[in-house]
């Protein structure tokens, strides 16, 4: 089983400005130059990816890609323009996008196919009544409930419960690494990796740089 620690920052559709956006990403990357143990991976709102430029310890990633490589699909982003902007990284199901724009479990489905194939690691958010998925190379699952979400006034899941849901999904998941989603802050992310999580998929917390700097410290202490 692959026993790498993930944080990686969701920013959905924050910062509102390419400064804002700059300043939070630079800090972060001065903020954790000198911690190992852990990939940090930053994923922030499409038009600022190609302003953020990867650094020795913090990769980049994308919220989201379309299933085709090209066509006339407007307003979609394929996976390998994610791979020419630096991305390394795509989260992919979120239950945000099903909440407000109806994406289907279908169309997660193409949208992991097409971008494992394309050379991307797929951060694959799985809900409370989600399947498990099967192994594959370059995945990682995240157990994020969606009434855990803290943009959505949830609160983080109880330990016992995300251990529970970490073991069921190991039944089917060997290799693959399984994070934790949902409210993660500084103070409750020793909690989630006690549990079994090998990471996290950090909302609001990541648009504090240094909470999301202790975040990763604590991580890894």
């Known amino acids: 089983m692959n026993e790498e620690l993930y944080i990686i920052a969701n920013w959905k559709m924050n910062p509102q400005t390419l400064d804002e956006a700059l300043a939070l990403a630079n800090r972060v990357k001065e903020g954790v130059a000198n911690t190992q143990g852990s990939k940090v ?8 990816i190609s ?57 997660v489905r193409k949208k992991t196919k097409a971008a494992l194939e394309a050379g991307l690691r797929v951060v694959l958010c ?5 399947e498990t998925p099967a192994d594959a190379e370059n995945l990682i699952v995240v157990y994020e409930p969606e009434w855990a979400i803290s943009s959505e006034g949830g609160d983080a899941a109880d330990s016992k419960l995300v251990a529970a849901r970490i073991a069921k999904m190991r039944e089917t998941l060997k290799t693959t690494p399984i994070l934790y989603g949902g409210s993660t802050n500084s103070k409750n992310i020793q ?18 740089a240094e909470e999301f700097i202790s975040l990763v410290k604590n991580a890894v202490s």
């Open 41 to 48: 991976v930053l994923c922030p709102p499409f038009p600022f």
């Open 51 to 107: 302003y953020i430029l990867p650094s020795e310890h913090v990769e980049m990633g994308a919220q989201n890609c379309f299933w085709e490589g090209k066509g006339a699909f407007t307003g979609e982003i394929s996976p390998r323009m994610l791979k020419e902007l630096g991305c390394t990284y795509v989260i992919l199901g979120h239950s945000e996008r099903a909440k407000y724009l109806g994406e289907t479990q279908e169309m």
């Open 126 to 130: 799985v809900g409370e009544n989600e």
């Open 191 to 208: 909690t989630f990796l006690q549990a079994g999580a090998q990471g996290a998929l950090v909302g609001s917390a990541s648009l504090d």
